[in-house]
């Protein structure tokens, strides 16, 4: 079942603007993670967010959870052409035994 | 440090014939390890899963089935390719104890099936 889906679909941004993309989920999470994924390639990690915390940062990369709402957001800042890919929330349900759900993803295209 | 592999990189393969994807893990022992399927411009979804030599749980029925032979092996396999089997599969680890740290994904294998 697909849990984790992101708005919007496909974002196009200059180079130092900001790109803001959401997930939204269905049920009870035990945490949420974040995805990189380059075109023809695997994904990469980039934050892991618990049920029980708000924001975590990692350099240019702010992810916000709200539970109340079933809704985590991804923000880059001052954004860069290498930031060009597709990004991925995957979703850990509480109850299940550690897999991941994903979402079909936000294209974002960064324009020099 | 761990890495991970996955081959090959491209198949073609014609309707009716054999798959074997083959995934290796290196430089950490007990993996949970993951195949997922991604169609082109669309999300992943999970297709197999394993927390320990010969224990697979499957997330959907399907054309394809999978089998650890080896702590660090993990093995996506057909008899007889469809169609609809054509995707990109991604094979990932995590350390084991159930979803609390972030995945490691392989390159992944682009498969076309004629």
């Known amino acids: 079942s697909q849990q984790g889906e992101e708005d919007p679909q496909a974002l196009s941004i200059q180079e130092g603007e900001n790109a803001t993309m959401n997930c939204s989920y269905k049920?009870?999470?035990?945490?949420l993670q974040w995805y990189r994924q380059n075109s023809g390639r695997g994904l990469v990690h980039l934050i892991l967010?618990?049920?029980?915390?708000r924001e975590k940062h990692s350099g240019r990369l702010r992810v916000t959870l709200d539970t109340s709402k079933k809704s985590s957001s991804l923000l880059i800042t001052a954004s860069r052409a290498a930031d060009t890919a597709s990004y991925f929330c995957g979703v850990r349900e509480a109850d299940s035994w550690g897999k991941l759900q994903f979402g079909a993803g936000t294209q974002v295209v960064v324009t020099p | 440090s761990q890495t991970i592999h996955q081959w090959p990189a491209t198949l073609v393969q014609p309707v009716g014939s054999p798959l074997s994807l083959e995934c290796t893990v290196e430089?950490?022992?007990?993996?949970?390890l993951y195949w997922y399927r991604q169609a082109a411009g669309r999300g992943l979804q999970l297709l197999f899963y394993?927390?320990?030599?010969?224990?697979i749980s499957s997330e959907v029925p399907q054309n394809l089935s999978a089998s650890r032979p080896q702590d660090r092996q993990f093995i996506l396999s057909s008899k007889k390719l469809l169609l609809s089997d054509s995707g990109f599969y991604l094979c990932a680890w995590s350390a084991g104890g159930g979803g609390h740290y972030g995945y490691t994904f392989g390159s992944g294998t682009r498969l076309t099936v004629v």
């Open positions: 967010i618990r049920s029980n915390e």
């Open positions: 394993s927390v320990g030599i010969g224990q």
């Open positions: 049920t009870s999470i035990n945490n």
């Open positions: 430089g950490t022992s007990n993996p949970n």
